[in-house]
C-alpha cells in the first residue's frame, strides 16, 4: 500500500500530474455548483452528459496555458487562474440566486450605475458554504506548502503543451455539436442564457456573451437609414385600430404612473391570517372606474426595473443581457412618453425617484427620453432610518414628493417609484403590523409584510390627490414592474399558491403583475386581455387621444379588438390565451397540461413563435443600431438633453417660473397654499 501510494504521489509531483489534478478538483466544484446553485433544467441522456462534461474543454485550454511557462511560474499561474475562475462562479452564484440569470458584460459595464446599494442585497443572498468555490484551490496551497506535492522543476515540453490546446479546442467543438444536435440554432436563436451554460458552460457562455457585446458596439457603427425599413414594415403590418369606446376619453388629464416595485398579481386580494395583505390596491383593482388586467405579465430580464421602464415609455423589450438604459440611455436617440406627451400635447413631465440620480442610469437617459423634471435623492431631506435598502421609504418618499407634485404645472405626466418593496424585503419593527408568511423561506416570508406598507403609502397618497384637486383629473396608472419572488424560491412559491409543486407553467403564470388604470368617470371592469409591458405605452397614449401611429412602438393598445394576444417573454418564450411555450415545451393556458401537439397546433404555434422572436430581434436592432436617430415620425422634434438640467437651483427656479407664467398648477389653483400631507409615517412624528 505504502509503494502503491508512493508511486501515485510521484505521478502527481510532476507538472502534468499537478495539471490533472487541478482540473479534476475544478471540475467537481463546477459540477457542484451547478446542481446545487443554478436550475438549469437538464433533461435526458444528452443534456445531462453536456452538463457533466463541459466544465473540462475550457478548463483544459485556460489552466493549460500555465503549462507554457517553466518552474515555480507554471505552478503560479495555475492557482492564479483557478483563483479567477473560481471567483466568476462564486459572482454567478450570488447573482443567479437573486436574479435567475447569469452575469452579462452589460450588468458588469454598468455595474458602477447599478451597484450603489448592492452591498446590504449581497450580504443577504450570500452565504458561507458559497466559499466551497475556492476550497481546492485551499487544498492545493496546503499541499505544496507542506511539500506533500513538490514542484516539478523539469522543463515541459511545449509540444505537449500546444497538444492540450489541441485537445481543449478539438472537445469545444464536439460539445457544440452534440449542443447544437439536441438544440437546433443554440447560439442563433435562443434568448435564455441558461441553455448556453446547461449545453456549453459558464466559460464558453462569458466567450459567447464578450462577442454579443462587441457585436453590439459594432452593430451601432454600422448601421444606417435602410435598417429601418424592415422594423417599419413589421409595424405596419402589426399596427392595430384604438378601441372607440375608450379613445381620446380621457384626453388632457394628469398622468400619474406609480411604479409598485416588485410587485405581484397574486398578492390581489391575497390574505395572510385571514388578513388582506393590500387592502387599498384590492379596492383600486376592483374599482369601477379602474381598468384592471388580470393577465397581464412582466416582460423584463436581466435590467429588472429598468427593462420595465424601457417598455412602459418606449414600447421597446430590454436586452436580452444588461440593461439598455445603463447601456445605451445615454447616447441612443428616443421616442418616448414624456417627449410625446410634451410636443403632441403640451405635458410637463417629471420622474420621483428617493435614491441616487445615477441608479440604472436615469439621470442620463431620461435627458433622452424628455423628462423636463427628475426629482430624486438631492431633492429629498434625509435623516436616520428615512431610508432603507435601495432608498427613502415609500411613505415619507410620497410625503416629500407632494411639495413637488403641486408646483407642476398642468396636465402633467408625473412617474414615482417606489422602493420599500425591494428584496431584500426588510421593514423596521415600527413599520411592521402585518405578520409574515410561514414558508419557512427567509427571503419570501417578509415579502408581504413590505407589500402591506407599500399599500399603506399608496393610500395616504391616494388621499393627499383627492385633498389636493388633483385625484379627479387625473389617470392613475398603478403597475408592477417585475416579480419580487424569483424562482429559484419553488417550495415557498407552492407554499403560497397552495400547490404540493411548482411546474414551469405555474412558475410562468407567476410572472403576472397587476396593470391598473383609474380615472373618474372611466368606464372601468377587469379584462382578461393578455398582454405585457410593452402593451402600456399605445394604450395609454390612445386613452390620452394622442395620435401615435407614426411612432415605433412594438406594443399594442390593450383595449383594442383586434390586438395579438401573444405576450413574449424576454428569453423568447410565451403565453397566450391558447398556448404557452416554455422552451421546448407547449402547455394549454387554460388548464395548465402539456400538450402533445398536432401537426395543425404545430403550425400555429411556430407561426406564434416567429412572431415573438420577429419582435424581440427587431426591437434589439432599433437599440442596438440606435434606429431612432434615422426616423422621425411626422410632428415629433427629436430630444435635445441639454434642454434639461436636474440639478436643484435650476430646477426650483424653472418651477417658480412656471407658477408665475403658467398658472396651472394645484399650488396656484389653490391660492398658493401648500396643502398638508397626513401620513402615519413613525420617522416623522
Known amino acids: ?95 443567479y440566486r437573486e436574479f435567475s440569470d447569469f452575469l452579462s458584460f452589460g450588468i458588469m459595464k454598468g455595474s458602477s450605475d447599478v451597484g450603489n446599494n448592492l452591498g446590504k442585497s449581497l450580504a443577504q443572498i450570500t452565504h458561507v458554504y458559497d466559499f466551497f468555490v475556492y476550497i481546492d484551490i485551499v487544498i492545493l496551497i496546503i499541499l505544496l506548502v507542506t511539500h506533500v506535492i513538490r514542484i516539478d522543476p523539469r522543463p515541459f515540453k511545449r509540444r505537449y503543451a500546444f497538444a492540450i490546446t489541441v485537445l481543449s479546442f478539438g472537445l469545444m467543438f464536439a460539445e457544440f455539436g452534440m449542443a447544437n444536435a439536441d438544440r437546433s440554432g443554440l447560439l442563433t436563436r435562443t434568448f435564455d442564457n441558461n441553455y448556453i451554460v446547461k449545453y456549453m458552460g ?58 409598485l416595485e416588485s410587485f405581484q398579481q397574486f398578492l390581489i386580494d391575497y390574505k395572510v391570517d385571514g388578513k388582506e395583505v393590500t387592502p387599498t390596491l384590492n379596492k383600486f383593482y376592483h374599482n369601477q372606474n379602474t381598468l384592471s388586467f388580470d ?12 427593462d420595465a421602464e424601457m417598455m412602459l415609455e418606449n414600447s421597446l423589450f430590454g436586452l436580452p443581457q444588461g440593461s439598455a438604459m445603463t447601456t445605451y440611455g445615454t447616447q441612443n436617440t428616443f421616442q418616448a412618453a414624456p417627449a410625446i406627451l410634451s410636443q403632441e400635447a403640451g405635458y410637463t413631465s417629471a420622474a420621483f425617484h428617493g435614491d441616487v440620480p445615477s441608479f440604472w442610469n436615469r439621470d442620463n437617459t431620461y435627458k433622452s427620453w424628455g423628462y423636463q423634471y427628475f426629482f430624486s435623492s438631492s431633492y429629498y431631506k434625509e435623516k436616520s432610518g428615512y431610508s432603507i435598502g435601495y432608498g427613502l421609504k415609500d411613505k415619507i418618499f410620497f410625503e416629500q414628493s407632494a411639495k413637488y407634485i403641486e408646483q407642476l404645472p398642468q396636465p402633467f405626466y408625473a412617474k414615482l417609484i417606489t422602493l420599500t418593496n425591494h428584496y431584500p424585503y426588510e421593514l423596521d419593527k415600527k413599520n411592521t403590523d402585518f405578520p409574515a408568511t410561514k414558508t419557512g423561506d ?175 430581434s427587431l426591437s434589439d436592432r432599433v437599440i442596438y443600431g440606435d434606429l431612432l436617430r434615422f426616423y422621425k415620425p411626422k410632428g415629433f422634434k427629436k430630444v435635445d438633453k441639454t434642454d434639461f438640467t436636474y440639478k436643484y437651483k435650476p430646477a426650483m427656479e424653472k418651477l417658480a ?4 407664467t403658467e398658472k396651472t398648477s394645484a399650488l396656484v389653483k389653490n391660492h398658493n397654499k401648500t396643502t398638508t400631507y397626513k401620513t402615519d409615517a413613525p420617522e416623522l412624528k
Open 442 to 616: 427567509k427571503t419570501v416570508d417578509p415579502y408581504v409584510q413590505t407589500a402591506h406598507y407599500l399599500d399603506q403609502a399608496f393610500a395616504e397618497f391616494l388621499t393627499y390627490l383627492k385633498k389636493v384637486g388633483l385625484y379627479k383629473n387625473s389617470v392613475i396608472v398603478a403597475y408592477g414592474d417585475h416579480y419580487g419572488i424569483s424562482n429559484n424560491h419553488r417550495p415557498a412559491i407552492a407554499q403560497l399558491l397552495g400547490k404540493d409543486k411548482v411546474t414551469n407553467f405555474d412558475l410562468a403564470q407567476f410572472q403576472k403583475v397587476p396593470f391598473m388604470i383609474h380615472a373618474t368617470g372611466l368606464k372601468g371592469g377587469i379584462k382578461h386581455t393578455y398582454g405585457g409591458e410593452i402593451d402600456v405605452l399605445p394604450t395609454l397614449l390612445d386613452l390620452l387621444g394622442v395620435k401615435n401611429t407614426d411612432t415605433v412602438q412594438f406594443g399594442q393598445d390593450l383595449l383594442a379588438k383586434d390586438r395579438n394576444q401573444t405576450v413574449a417573454f424576454r428569453n423568447g418564450n410565451f403565453v397566450s390565451p391558447k398556448y404557452t411555450k416554455i422552451g421546448g415545451t407547449v402547455y394549454d393556458t387554460q388548464t395548465g397540461k402539456v400538450l402533445k401537439l398536432t401537426a395543425a397546433q404545430k403550425k400555429v404555434v411556430a407561426q406564434m413563435q416567429n412572431h415573438v422572436t420577429t419582435e424581440l
Open 202 to 259: 459558464l466559460n464558453e457562455y462569458a466567450a459567447f456573451n464578450a462577442y454579443q457585446t462587441q457585436k453590439e458596439s459594432a452593430t451601432r457603427a454600422s448601421a444606417n437609414a435602410s435598417d429601418m425599413k424592415s422594423v417599419l414594415k413589421y409595424l405596419k403590418q402589426n399596427r392595430v385600430s384604438p378601441n372607440v369606446s375608450y379613445y381620446g376619453k380621457e384626453k388632457g388629464k394628469n398622468v400619474f404612473i406609480i411604479h
Open 1 to 95: 500500500m505504502a509503494n502503491f501510494f508512493k508511486r501515485n504521489m510521484n505521478w502527481i509531483n510532476t507538472r502534468m500530474g499537478f495539471f490533472l489534478l487541478t482540473i479534476v478538483l475544478f471540475w467537481a466544484k463546477t459540477y457542484i455548483a451547478y446542481q446545487t446553485e443554478f436550475t438549469l433544467g437538464a433533461k435526458g441522456s444528452v443534456q445531462q452528459f453536456l452538463l457533466f462534461i463541459n466544465p473540462v474543454p475550457a478548463a483544459l485550454l485556460v489552466f493549460g496555458i500555465a503549462l507554457y511557462f517553466r518552474g515555480r511560474l507554471a505552478y503560479w499561474l495555475m492557482m492564479i487562474i483557478n483563483v479567477l475562475e473560481s471567483t466568476w462562479i462564486f459572482a454567478n452564484v450570488l447573482y
Open 657 to 660: 417660473e412656471a407658477e408665475k
Open 295 to 306: 393577465n397581464f405579465y412582466n416582460q423584463v430580464a436581466q435590467g429588472k426595473t429598468s
